[in-house]
């Protein structure tokens, strides 16, 4: 089975720095994958990580630890529309390659 | 815009009947994967079909079934409906189903589904 963890809810100012963790406890690994979900709305793909280290992808950066079952999103200079939840997503080729995700983490921006 | 169209954006119905949800994936990409969203249970993986045959299945209770058709498209039945069934339905699309950056998943707008 796969378990995926995540802060239930975080809080930040405009123009702030904030990362939101993900660990993880798989069988198997085949790539992390965060989104982002405005309420009601369809989730969209922010980043894919499947080796170590940091991808940066303008405001927002990803980070991936395998060995630790580790993973960070990391926004920057954050607006008042990043206010939304966070979806970490790990795919695990035991589970036919379909991403399970975890219940995410709502991120609340304030001025 | 992702490119995955689904179809109706909202549906109201009564317990016990039938309702029939759809999706387009994006143009080129052969996996229709489709999911659940309740407050409570979060992200839930239904079912995957690719190109044209089911590939795996997720939590998708009997009183629901999925195909795929030759062009692509997919449909989600929803049968027997119960109260419980009100939900978020997304519909997702991507370009194979063996892993790597070129599986990422791409997510529909969603159809939200009421069941009174």
């Known amino acids: 089975g796969q378990n995926i963890d995540q802060p239930t809810e975080m809080t930040a100012t405009e123009g702030a720095i904030v990362q939101i963790n993900c660990t993880y406890q798989?069988?198997?690994?085949?790539?992390l994958f965060w989104y982002q979900q405005h309420a009601g709305e369809a989730p969209t793909f922010l980043s894919y990580?499947?080796?170590?280290g940091l991808e940066e992808k303008g405001r927002f950066s990803s980070f991936l630890s395998r060995s630790k079952g580790y993973s960070y999103l990391l926004l920057k200079e954050l607006q008042m529309k990043d206010s939304a939840s966070y979806l970490c997503?790990?795919?695990?080729?035991?589970?036919?390659?379909?991403?399970?995700f975890g219940r995410g983490t709502s991120l609340i921006v304030h001025p | 815009d992702s490119g995955v169209t689904q179809t109706p954006k909202h549906l109201i119905t009564a317990t016990g009947q039938r309702v029939t949800l759809r999706c387009s994936p994006r143009s080129g990409d052969l996996s229709v994967y489709w999911y659940q969203q309740s407050l409570d249970q979060g992200l839930q993986f239904l079912i995957q079909?690719?190109?044209?045959?089911?590939?795996a299945k997720g939590n998708i209770l009997e009183r629901f079934s999925a195909q795929q058709f030759p062009d692509l498209h997919s449909e989600l039945n929803l049968s027997s409906l119960e109260l419980g069934d009100s939900a978020l339905y997304f519909c997702a699309s991507s370009a194979g189903l063996a892993g790597g950056r070129g599986d990422t998943q791409y997510f529909g707008p969603g159809t939200r589904l009421t069941v009174l």
């Open positions: 079909y690719y190109n044209g045959e089911e590939r």
């Open positions: 798989t069988s198997g690994f085949n790539g």
């Open positions: 997503a790990v795919r695990d080729p035991g589970g036919s390659y379909i991403p399970t």
């Open positions: 990580n499947v080796l170590d």
